[in-house]
């Protein structure tokens, strides 16, 4: 086990304090970089309350806004489709606060576009969709 699994840590959420090797916080390297530390339970309770209940509605209501199929190549379903920034408009990041920033807006058709997740990645490395490549 890594030093920082020995480190004592105080949960944000409750009076609990432990270690990662105790059990008590979960072992992710990536929240150990986060001044916000929760123990498992209240990690778990946040994760409810922020991701499971209230982002999945959100992100439909995003797709049905923007058209439910992929603008490149027609791709409909919903698990592979992405938001998309075209005409230098810049999507900082694919989560709830982004979208609801959008729905405030009314969902500004003009600057964004539906993607699935094949198109995004062509269109962000490549500069333009595979599927418009001309097979030789």
């Known amino acids: 086990m890594a030093s920082w699994d020995y480190e004592k ?4 959420d409750c009076p609990r304090i432990g270690t990662i090797a105790s059990g008590l916080f979960p ?10 530390r929760r123990c498992v339970d209240c990690d778990r309770q946040w994760k409810d309350r922020h991701f499971r209940r209230q982002m999945p509605n959100l992100r439909v209501e995003m797709l049905h806004a923007y058209g439910n199929i992929c603008n490149c190549c027609g791709e409909g379903n919903l698990w592979f ?11 900082y990041r694919q989560s709830k606060p982004e979208w ?19 198109c995004n990645f062509g269109k962000q490395k490549y500069g333009e969709c595979p599927h418009s490549w001309s097979v030789v």
Do not use: A
Not at 27 to 36: A, G, S
Not at 81 to 91: A, P, Q, T
Not at 100 to 118: E, H, I, S, V
């Open 9 to 12: 840590w105080k949960c944000v």
């Open 27 to 36: 072992k992710t390297k990536k929240r150990l970089v986060f001044y916000e």
């Open 81 to 91: 489709l992405d938001l998309d920034h075209n005409g230098g408009v810049k999507v």
């Open 100 to 118: 609801q920033r959008l729905k405030d807006l009314g969902w500004p058709k003009q600057g964004y576009q539906l993607l699935c997740t094949n």
